[in-house]
């Protein structure tokens, strides 16, 4: 492979910030899970990247990990945002300013 | 030009480029195709970088299930909704944006100053470490080194697929023996909204 690996952590920088500016920038709170979503992809493919550059598969298998994990946490927070839909009628997160029902 | 430079090149701006479209689009449905098809792109980068279990994961699992789940659920809220570019704070949309670029431009540095910028992958990756193929060695790993971790990941999606049930369960209905019908804390709210 000829690709120094560091343009991989590069691109996977890029869609960390990318994803980090959704987070903040954004108001629907789907679109913001999704901007989530892209910022723990970014990681992995930085752990994957390490994984190669080291020479060993821990990195991967961090990654098969924190996939596992991110299938988890979207299904609890699609499910509190449909939760919170029923109640608002609103998926905006200026909508929610409280905790109380 | 070898041949892992040539899909870097053209699969590198279609992620980061699908990845600000997404961004920048104001219906949810199409921010969740351009996310998928970021998904993609970051598929293949697994193939270049030989962890081609983890390709087939994820497209699978993110591309397919989770995205499916995105889109059911954008679905299910309805789609016409468009948000508001009305801001509650003053002036934080461009403080979002510089402190994007600044997180972008410390990645970077912190990559410069870490690894540097030429940094090549061993060469023997594929004969030393992926020996018997990638799936043979990745389970030699994950079922030895870290057999516990797994173990307990399986815990973690059975608490989550409860909590959900939990979650997304509609209160039901409570009658009292008076015949008098009281309802648990939601429908309450249900009605007077």
């Known amino acids: 492979m000829r690709t120094p690996i560091s343009y991989f952590l590069i691109v996977s920088a890029m869609l960390f910030a ?12 789907l679109i913001i899970f999704m901007s989530v979503e892209l910022q723990l ?36 927070g699609l499910a509190i945002i449909v939760n919170v839909y029923r109640r608002r ?11 109380r029902g | ?21 997404m961004l920048f689009q104001r219906n949810a449905v199409h921010a969740a195709l351009f996310l998928i098809v970021n998904f993609f792109t970051i598929s293949v980068f697994y193939l270049v970088l030989g962890a081609s279990f983890l390709f087939a994961v994820q497209i699978i699992v993110y591309a397919g299930a989770i995205m499916v789940l995105f889109l059911f659920v954008i679905m299910l809220l309805g789609v016409d909704r468009e948000e508001t570019l009305v801001e509650r704070l003053k002036g934080h949309r461009v403080l979002a944006i510089t402190l994007g670029a600044g997180v972008a431009l410390e990645l970077f540095f ?11 992958a061993p060469p023997s990756f594929d004969e030393a470490v992926n020996s018997g193929g990638n799936v043979v060695a990745l389970s030699r790993v994950l079922f030895r080194d870290y057999f516990f971790p797994f173990e307990v990941t ?12 939990v979650l997304a369960s509609r209160p039901r209905r409570v ?18 909204t």
Not at chain 1, 55 to 75: H, I, T, Y
Request: charged share 15%; net charge negative.
């Open chain 1, 18 to 29: 990318i994803g980090t500016v959704g987070v903040l920038v954004r108001k629907n709170a």
């Open chain 1, 41 to 76: 992809n970014a990681v992995n493919l930085a752990l994957v990247s390490f994984s190669r550059m080291h020479g060993n598969l821990d990195g991967q298998v961090l990654a098969f990990f924190s996939m596992v994990v991110a299938a988890a946490e979207v299904v609890v």
């Open chain 1, 89 to 99: 009628q609103s998926a905006s997160v200026d909508d929610v300013s409280v905790l």
């Open chain 2, 1 to 21: 030009m070898p041949l892992d430079n040539v899909v870097f090149w053209v699969f590198a701006p279609v992620s980061v480029g699908s990845a600000i479209a």
């Open chain 2, 110 to 120: 912190a990559i410069r100053a870490g690894v540097g910028f030429a940094t090549k």
């Open chain 2, 154 to 165: 399986s815990v973690l999606l059975i608490v989550a697929a409860v909590a959900v049930m």
């Open chain 2, 175 to 192: 009658f009292t023996r008076a015949g008098s019908e009281t309802t648990s804390e939601d429908t309450t709210s249900e009605e007077t």
